[in-house]
């Protein structure tokens, strides 16, 4: 892991981060625990679309569900029943 004490940064300022940053996400550490992850633009920019394009394939794959006829209708009480929620 990539990891920076948080004091290091206040000491150096960003530039403590930059060079870190060339192998990857930067985990910062303070109070012994890792607290923040610092990103670069780009990765950060690809975990988005990543997410965006999930979001819309579970959307897609939804719909056609629908279409397709496996989507039940029905009420939440009957969906419990259904779980074996009910009580």
């Keep these: 892991m990539n990891t920076i004490p948080a004091q290091e940064i206040k000491r150096l300022g960003i530039a403590a981060v930059d060079s870190?940053?060339?192998?990857?996400?930067?985990?910062?550490?303070?109070?012994?625990?890792?607290?923040?992850?610092?990103?670069?633009?780009?990765?950060?920019?690809?975990?988005?679309?990543?997410?965006?394009?999930?979001?819309?394939?579970?959307?897609?794959?939804?719909?056609?569900?629908?279409?397709?006829g496996r989507v039940k209708r029905g009420t939440a009480d009957d969906l419990l029943k259904e779980l074996g929620l009910d009580t």
Excluded at 49 to 68: G, H, N, P, T, W
């Design 20 to 68: 870190l940053l060339v192998n990857g996400a930067v985990h910062i550490i303070q109070n012994d625990e890792p607290q923040y992850v610092v990103l670069s633009e780009k990765r950060y920019q690809e975990l988005v679309e990543a997410q965006e394009e999930a979001y819309e394939s579970r959307v897609l794959a939804s719909l056609e569900d629908v279409k397709a």
